[in-house]
Structures are given as C-alpha cells and as structure tokens.
C-alpha cells in the first residue's frame, strides 16, 4: 500500500511539471476565483446550442455553444483559458489532448432523455395541404408529377409482386407500402452520379432513375437476363449503371460501405455525395455506430437516411433504444442530424435536398430521420398482426398513406386529375404484368454460373463442388428445376 501510495506521488507530481497542472492547480486556489467556489454565486454552464431551422445553413456553426469542442488539428499542449461570460463571470478552461473542457464546481450529470423532443419537419399537413409558414424547396410541376406517378407505380408494382409470391411464382417478396415517400422523394433531391447504398425496402430509388419494371421482373424470376445471375433472393436489385449498389440481406453493413464511398468522393473532388438507407433496427447494430464516427472524423459527404417506421420486423423501437428516436444520436458523434416526416414527400424532398448540398459543400455527413409507418408485413415470410393489431395497420393506410397525401397536394395545384390518374395505373398494371410473363418464360441461367464472377481462375475445390452438383443433379432430377440448364 504503502509502495503505491508512494508511486502515485511520483506519477502527479511528474505529470505536474509536464503538463503543467501544477501552474493551473494553484491558480485554481487563487482568490481571485473565490466567487467560483462560493455556493451563492455557481459558475455558469454554457448551454449547448440547438439546432436551427431548415434553410438556415449559415447558423449551423458546429463550434458555437459547445462546452467541450474536439480539434483534430490543434495542439495537445495544455494550456490554461478564460472564457469571458455576458455577466463578467468566468470559467476555466483546458485543452486535453482529447479536446476543450470548461470546468465547472456544480456537479450535473447530463440526462437520459431530452425535456424537450426533437421537432419533426414537415410541409404538408394529413389532408396534402400546405401548413402555414412552411420552409421547403420549391417543386416545378414536371418533378411532382414524374414524383406522384413513380409513387404510384411502386404500389402498384408491390402489389403484383406479392400477388406472385403468394401464388408460388417467385419465391420471397418484401414491400415498400406506406413508405413510398421517402423513396420517391429522396432519389428526387439527388442526382444519378451521387451512389446509392440501399437495404432493401428502396427499390423506388432504382426505379425513379430509370430501372424498368422488366428489369424488376427479370431480377424478381432470376432468370438469364438478371444482373446478379439468379444468384441473388427475388428484391435484391443491383445496378452499376444507376450507381445503386447491390442489396444484401445483412442488416447495416452497407452504411459503413457508403462512408468509405464518400471519402473516395471527397478526395476525387466529386461534385457528389454517397447515400445510405437502413432501417431502425440497422441503427441497433455496431455497423452504425461505427459508420457514423467514422463519417465524422473524416468529414466524409455521405447523407444516412433512416426509415423509424417503429419496427424492426417483430421488435418495436420500445424494445431497441430507450433514446430520442434516431436523430439525437448523430449529434453524439457530431454529426447534423434531422427528424422529417417520412409520410411528407414534400418535407423529404426539401431535406434530402439541404442535406446534399451541405454534404457536398461543407463535406460533412448528415443523418435524416424519417418517422413513418411500415403499412405491409416485414415480408412474405412474416405476419405483422401477430405483433400489431390489425385495426393499427388499417388506420395507417387510409389516414396516413404518403401517396394519397402527396395526390392531394398535386391536385390542389391543378397538376392532377382523376383521368390521369385512371390512365397511369391501367397502363403501368398491363406493362408490368407483361413483364412477368416475359421474365417468366425466359432461360434460367446455367449452373457453372454458379461458381464464376468471383476467380480468374476457378480454384480446383470449386471444380470439385461444380463436379460434385452436376453427379447429384443428374441422380435426382426430380429435386431440380427442369429448366436451369446443365
């Protein structure tokens, strides 16, 4: 006890005359910061400042009001600082080599949750109004209504495929109802050469930049004409042509993929940003965490999109995080985050929008959370009102549904009308279910598919397992689809 007591001794006093504490402890003794210690007069805590509006970009200064700001840059020298308070007071400050802190004699842990919830942007109202005093970005009629008709072709699309899951066609589906918003109306506010890192429930995103719903088809049968070569789950779209990277099942692993994407675009000096979605159980996982220091640290311009819909498939959010939704947490790892209204395509326009060309400009990240409700099961292979009442699923759909919602407002405008809106479904239902007739009928690809695209030269183990498929193949045809060919 004694030897450690006496090393302890050692250890301060060497650290003393290094960093110079010794100097700062007996200023801190001084009387001339009496008034500190005096329990009539506290020192003040500089309070943190909140974020503000949407289309002020110039007040976001992510230096003003904090208490303890991080410099990468800066030295690790202590240093002794005083910080000059409006009522003359003052507080102490020193430079870690971990960043700024201002000392404080009030003992104040800082609270599990807000007093105040964060505030979700939105424009239009349930009805498809305008609310008053609304900030967005302005809309031309070309965009809304190429907008409503990419919204209503996802339905419309989503029901047909499920349609075909449940009648044996293809094997697994998983929809995108109630979210059609945030698909359409975030591929909208950006551009083709900014990179897209979808899950899986953003195939409007594909389809708003000109994916057709034959490729859809050919993708959802597996058939020859598919970009992954059947090897993929039906809905798991790829492609290199529209910067959309191939969905995984992996929950999160794309988000820290965009990162690394984006600090690519920032050191090519690429007039584009990379764009990662997920949903609220990908931010459970530590791919999440991970990505968004990261993002942080390297000033990387990637946009994190994350669809809150409540569930991750039978979890509630209840169950997951106890915090502030999902945009208080990217202010923990610094980076701007926001709460939108995911059932408001207007609303997610105008912040994917701002979001973008702060990414781009300022290279920095930013997080978008859009609050909204996931209508459908998680997937065919799921039964949400095992989980979740019926009557819940049901309000959702006739009292918030996201393309009914954005109708209103194109309609309101003169833009729409029900004539159009006879038109568009009718032809987009026929042009569809052509497509599956085709990519049903078209030619599987072979099995040697299986074992390519990976070597340049395949590995002799390979060969032996393709040898091996082919020997079983031909002992127990009946096991196999007849039409892949051999």
Known sequence: MAFCSKNSRNIIKNLKSKAGLSRLIKQSSDSRYGSCLNKTNPCRIIPLTTLPQLGNPDSYSHKKGLSFCFQRLQSTTSEQQ?????????????????????FSPEMRFLSESPCVYNQCYRVLDDNGQLICNSNFVEVSEEIAVKMYSSMATLQILDTIFYEAQRQGRISFYLTTIGEEAINIASAAALTSDDIVFPQYREPGVLLWRGFTLQEFANQCFGNKADYGKGRQMPIHYGSNKHNYFTVSSTIATQI???????????????????????????????DFHAALNFAAVTESPVIFICRNNGWAISTPTSDQFRSDGIAVRGQAYGVRSIRVDGNDALAMYSAVHAAREMAINEHRPILIEAVTYRIGHHSTSDDSTKYRPADEIEWWRMARDPVTRFRNWIETNGWWGSEAESQLRSSIRNQ??????????AEKPPVNDLFTDVYDNIPSNLREQEKLLRETMNRHPEDYPADVPF
């Open 256 to 286: 820290p993929h965009a990162v690394g994407a984006a600090y690519s675009l920032k050191m090519d000096k690429k007039d584009a940003c990379a764009v990662t979605y997920f949903g609220d159980g990908g931010t459970s996982e530590g």
């Open 432 to 441: 569809l279910l052509q497509a599956i007739q085709i990519a049903e009928r």
């Open 82 to 102: 005083f910080a000059s308070l409006p009522n003359g007071e003052q507080n102490q400050e020193l430079d870690f080599p971990g960043g700024k802190v201002v």
